[in-house]
């Protein structure tokens, strides 16, 4: 056998770390596991025969040299059934016979000491060498030695039985732990050796190891009683009881409650041994990565490790490096990453622990398929790797979502192959069967998608979308466990094989009715919610907690990147409890149902429904409708006519397709900032592009540009449909994901070779989501008429080149400019509400940061304040019962700046999430109180055509003209100026959209 490339000094380099992994699992590690290992020898003789057992002996010495140079070595990473082989050798051959020759030794040194006549002392040595080997032969040796020495007859029972009761406790530890009791180290070994005293002589001891072990080890509900019953415990170990029922709250899903028992067990064990803070951070650092806190939770963990030293701790450090290796398999180089799992492997060997030598073959499968895609080698290690039968029983020493992980990992690889499908069932439905979903939704997710994949594997399409119908419930009710923005991401990003899944699938049934529930489902727009002040509290204890762990982490890790708090990470004010560390509470929204009925689960008891019919009747009448979603590298869609018929279809979105092709010219000629560019240069680059002064003077440039675009992403339905409209105006209300944000869907052409487009026939409406619409509408409106421009706020962040080149409208009876802090805006608003029957002219700079609450319009800091208008704080002075509101807003609002909608587009070459947040700016206006608002798609830039735009469209609006007839009337008169003349930049009026409760 050759050498292996894991015997090259640490992986040399990504390359051969890949090879080494592509190579994993194949002719090598075959010809390793049909070597003869030492044990087998045993295990043939002791089932077989002892014929047999000498064959086997005989090959296991012949191949002795190949078995070691396969296995773990100071210079190699060996394979999984040579390392286990040679831990199995040691475990019922190596220390069965060390101690079955040491208790002899120890009992003839015992009777020497003791003075015993010197043929009792050898038949006492012989009855401890047969003990629960032998038991006639050892029985009748213990009483020789009686009858040799009859003076001291107890001796020969006494040595005999204490041996037996040895072999007994010995071979069930290994039998059930799968190690030997020195290599974990001792059960709670970190708690003060006196605290431990006094739990024992108050017989509390066992209440308390109990209680801890369950709660750690995921079984919330069996620990309640014990917790219960623990009483009071020594000061130094009270922070363990603590931080034990936090964990049993995060595992019924209370977030707040969790936060605050954990932010206080920490506080509490300050003043405690390093061992009890050691695992009482460790725990935190769990409690941070549920609630999203992924760098803190890092951070924490590392300060742990720092503290959890000595033999005492050894194997909570362990857990803590296992647990560090697998979250960074992800970002961290794949040949640091098989590095650090030899450093553990070895660790493993070492100390005899199966259970460690499990977790880092499991972390090796999951290089495998992440980075090689080697499917082939992981289905042949997995079932041997893996724990559990068939049935939903989780072995002892790892926690049910790990059990469940475990299973779904090995399901995830057996599925594709029809021999072992019906296994990857079995440990789909066991995984299932192990977590509770309502809680641990994740593990039910990817259950239901691996059932999906197998009915979908062996034909039965109905079967299948019924498991993804289900998965996909599982997914939107998980995102709003997640309370971070952050969090909620990553989950949906991890996620988007349920989407692309059901997707599939309905689109395979030609039931346009079910895709389009399923596309407004994937959508996933959810509504802010205020975060209850508990919880805020908790996190802001927290957030001190984590300052110094993060440099410790930082101090302790120098290899890596420094880590520190989330970016953006501001409160808002005092009277707006919202948004700390990332925060981004949110709350669902009723379900949408589609044609009269609704045919996928909710996955929760929701009484309240959106009819989608009926709001878009009332938004806009008899009305086209066009909802999309990009999943991946597919872009799927649907189209209602104003008949009520619905039309769904898909194309391909992937990196080379004529859709992606289409979506990068489109972003090149906004100006959207690209990869390391700034603001300014995008909007020099989209100048000099075919939506700037480069289309050149027939436009043919800008036609061609946005002739793909439709092509691409405008349905052949709503084309044709738009093209046959004649005489009346038609209204098209649009309801696009983030990838297709920045689409100018009136701008967009509809015949090939002229210049119709989608402006030219029909009024756009863009729906933030059904959900915030329908809340506003709920709300009295206010009389008609005429309406009043009583407030202009022209850049109030104090730009002075913006203020200079964006004027106030002539009609605007007062003008704040910059530099504007919050509380002067507040008392100019509070000034004008004596009614909302106004306009508000706003003009200035949006920001959207990775946190959707958190962006807002940027006005001047005060004080420690971060200087923007936000969601989080407008919706908070909305809500204010029996208050005044520090923000009125009136029914309509005009908002000019740089994508003003406040929706953080998608950039391209990323990952497509398929959901649109609309957490945005243009989401609070409504939410808040406006009922009819024009913002921007993307940045615009401060000249004279936007600012005659912005000057055409108030003065519309303030003459009580509908706004969308106002935008498109606005938007008309600068595409036939561009037809006539060629001049100007096609992109400042294509950037404006209307928002609202419709026409």
Known sequence: MRADLASDPAFRDAESARRWLAERGGPRDLEAADLAAPADFLIAARRLGRRDGLLVLGRAVRDNRAFRRAGT??????????????????????????????????????????????????????????????????????????????????????????????????????????????????????????????????????????????????????????????GEVPRRSRPVLDMARALVALQRGELADALARAGAAVDAARTSPPGVRGWCRAQLSQVLLASGRLDDAAAVRDEAMLLLRGRRCRRYARELRVARVAEELAVEPVESSLREIHRLRRAAMRAGDQNLLRLTEICVVQLMLREVDNRAGAALILPSVVEGDDDARTPWHITPDQAAN???????????????????????????????????????????????????????????????????????????????????????????????????????????????????TVRGEVLPDRIGRAELEAHLALDAMTASATAAGTAARADSAPRGPLAGEDLAGAGAPAGPAGLDPVRRPPPVRVAGRRRLPTGTDRPDVIDLDLELCALAGRCWYWSA??????????????????????????????????????????????????????????????????????????????????????????????????????????SLPAALAHLPVPALPLEPGTDRRVVDVARVLHVPAWSVVGQRRSRPSGPTGPYDLRLA?????????????????????????????????????????????????????????????????????EGDGHGHLSIAEMLAAADRDGQENPFPLPERVLAVGC???????????????????????????????????????FPVYPVRQLKDIAHRLAERLVDGENPADALREVQLAELERWRRTGRGRPFLWQAFVYVGVGV
Request: proline share 6%.
């Open 73 to 230: 070595g100071r210079r190699r990473l060996g394979t999984w059934d040579v390392d286990s082989g040679r831990l199995l050798f040691r475990q019922i051959v190596l220390r069965p016979l060390a101690l079955r020759l040491l208790l002899p030794g120890l009992v003839g040194a015992s009777g020497a000491l003791l003075g015993l006549p010197f043929t009792q002392i050898l038949l006492c040595m012989g009855a401890a060498l047969l003990a629960r080997w032998h038991t006639l032969a050892c029985t009748l040796l213990a009483l020789g030695a009686v009858v040799a020495g009859w003076h001291t007859w107890w001796f020969p029972p006494l040595a005999t039985m204490t041996s037996w009761y040895a072999h007994v406790v010995t071979d069930l530890l290994w039998s059930v732990t799968g190690t030997a009791w020195w290599a974990r180290g001792p059960a709670f070994a970190f708690l003060p050796w006196g605290d431990r005293l006094m739990l024992r002589a108050r017989g509390r001891w066992t209440l308390f190891a109990t209680a801890v072990d369950l709660a750690a080890g995921g079984q919330a509900e069996t620990a309640e009683p014990f917790l219960a019953r623990c």
């Open 406 to 520: 475990e299973r779904l990992l090995r399901a995830s690889v057996l599925v594709e192959v029809a021999d072992t499908r019906d296994q990857a069932r079995k440990d789909a439905q066991a995984a299932l069967a192990i977590v509770d979903a309502g809680r641990r939704p994740i593990a039910a997710v990817a259950a239901r998608l691996l059932l999906a994949r197998a009915d979908e594997f062996d034909g039965r399409h109905d079967l299948a979308l019924a498991q993804a119908a289900y998965a996909l419930a599982a997914v939107h009710d998980a995102r709003y466990l997640i309370p971070s923005a952050r969090g909620r991401k990553q989950w949906e990003r991890m996620q988007l094989n349920a989407y692309a899944t059901v997707l599939r699938l309905a689109e395979r049934s030609q039931d346009a009715v079910l895709v389009a529930e399923v596309v407004e």
């Open 629 to 734: 979603a990009a999943v991946l590298d597919r872009y799927h869609w649907v189209v209602r006519d104003p008949d009520g018929r619905w039309f769904q279809g898909s194309c391909d979105f992937g990196e080379h397709s004529a859709a992606a092709l289409a979506d990068g010219a489109l972003r090149e000629a906004l100006p959207l900032p690209l990869p390391g560019e700034d603001s300014a240069s995008a909007g020099a680059r989209a100048d000099r592009g075919p939506l700037g002064r480069g289309a050149g003077p027939d436009g043919g440039k800008e036609r061609a540009l946005l002739g793909a675009a439709a092509d691409a992403f405008l349905p052949p339905p709503l084309v044709a449909g738009l093209r046959a409209t004649s005489g009346e105006v038609s209204s098209l209300v649009v």
């Open 793 to 861: 706020v022209i850049a109030p962040d104090g730009d002075q080149d913006a203020a200079a080149r964006l004027e106030c409208p002539p009609t605007a009876r007062r003008s704040l400019g910059g530099p504007l802090p919050k509380k002067r805006l507040s008392e100019a608003l509070r000034a004008l509400d004596d009614d909302r029957h106004w306009l508000l002219y706003l003009a200035g700079h949006v920001d959207a940061g990775g946190n959707p609450t958190r962006s807002g319009l940027r006005l001047a800091p």
């Open 899 to 937: 994508a003003s909608l406040g929706h953080d587009t998608v950039a391209a070459g990323t990952v497509r999430t398929p959901t649109s947040e609309w957490l945005g700016f243009g989401s609070a206006l409504m939410l808040a109180g406006t009922e009819h608002a024009i913002c921007t798609l």
